[in-house]
């Protein structure tokens, strides 16, 4: 089992400890005009609890290979710009909540990192308190205008600080929605073939938690050349891939109190994953009748099981995992030659590694 990078524990602390601040404040200012506003507040604190912070993990790690730096260090003791890419790194955190509130709608899912889902604790409040209306749609109302809410967060900590910081957030605010659209018609569709699926998860999972985070720290440290954001792309394009790949192995064969979630669920949602699609193409006409039953929300464990056996005697799962140490190679061999500090292209390699073998 791989330890987790000290990069990555390093900065997901000081994020933690920026949230709780932000919250706080918030707090201050909305409870003397309402107390019931902080409600939303919370249940957004309560849900961006917890999370491996990748996204900020790879722009802190951008910024200070940008900047010549060689290690995380605190704002309270440090000057030079460390306040402010806290902030960057923590509008990444809010970015991710945004997109995992309304995703957990669209997945109808009642768990997410082992606590219950917005919308599905609200729900639940409408009917333990018996208020009017149904449940299901108060439920998710509130769970859109959280998840809103956090989005706007997030682009307040981002600012203006350059046109290009700009411009990379906002391509990538546009990627992350169209990616969740290509996600969501793709499964509907039941369009299941690999260069799908490849093209999702590089929208979903490439570009959005690794190559503009990394770009967008990067830019915060003064204007980067276009070879230089070239050179992150092709570090984050395939340790993104690989950090898929790896999402959709524990999708299907995780342990669900480590994951977070119920296992089995990209399966009920149909949604089309490089292992579903290499398993496709080799499946005989008998494991194709198994691999049809994909989509359906109502599978049973025992069915998920016939699938995952599937999965496996067709070599896709062998074949996701050759992918993914492929990619990571990849991935380390670019970092080994980025323009930063030996400690830099050292932690960019552990994350690459790390994204690619975690467990959760």
Not at 237 to 265: E, I, S, T, Y
Not at 277 to 301: K, Y
Not at 320 to 346: G, Q
């Amino acid at each position: 089992m791989i330890s987790v990078p000290p990069g990555l524990t390093a900065v997901a602390g000081l994020v933690d400890r920026r949230l709780g601040e932000l919250f706080d404040h918030e707090r201050d200012i909305w409870s003397d005009i309402d107390p019931r506003l902080v409600e939303a507040i919370d249940e957004l604190e309560r849900i961006t609890a917890g999370g491996k912070r990748l996204r900020a993990a790879f722009a802190y790690w951008g910024w200070l290979g940008a900047t010549g730096r060689v290690e995380v260090v605190d704002p309270a003791t440090d000057g030079n710009g460390t306040g402010r890419i806290l902030d960057v790194c923590t509008a990444f955190e809010l970015l991710q909540a945004f997109a995992l509130i309304h995703d957990d709608i669209m997945d109808d899912a009642d768990t997410r990192r082992g606590e219950r889902t917005i919308h599905a604790a609200q729900a639940e409040r409408v009917r333990d308190h018996s208020w009017r209306g149904e449940p299901r749609r108060y439920g998710e109302g509130v769970a859109i205008l959280i998840g809103d809410l956090s989005h706007v967060y997030a682009d307040r900590l981002i600012g203006n600080d350059s046109d290009q910081a700009r411009d990379i957030w906002d391509r990538l605010r546009i990627e992350l929605n169209l990616g969740q659209y290509l996600d969501m018609r793709t499964a509907a569709a039941s369009e299941l073939d690999r260069l799908t699926a490849q093209r999702v998860a590089t929208f979903k999972s490439a570009l959005y938690t690794i190559v503009r985070p990394l770009q967008l720290g990067s830019a915060l440290a003064g204007t980067i050349d276009a070879d230089l954001l070239q050179q992150l792309e092709e570090y984050g394009r395939p340790a993104g891939q690989a950090f898929q790949l790896r999402d959709d192995l524990l999708g299907v064969l995780g342990d669900a109190d480590r994951v977070g979630k119920p296992v089995g669920n990209d399966l009920r949602e149909g949604k089309p994953t490089e292992l579903l699609a290499v398993a496709i193409e080799r499946a005989t006409p008998e494991q194709r009748r198994v691999l049809d039953l994909n989509g359906d929300p109502s599978l049973t464990a025992e069915q998920i099981a016939a699938i995952v056996d599937v999965l496996r005697s067709t070599g896709a799962v062998a074949e996701v995992e050759r992918r993914i140490d492929d990619l990571v190679a990849r991935a380390t061999m670019v970092a080994a030659r980025l323009p930063f500090s030996v400690p830099v292209r050292d932690s960019l390699s552990a994350l690459a590694q790390y994204v690619a073998a975690r467990q959760h």
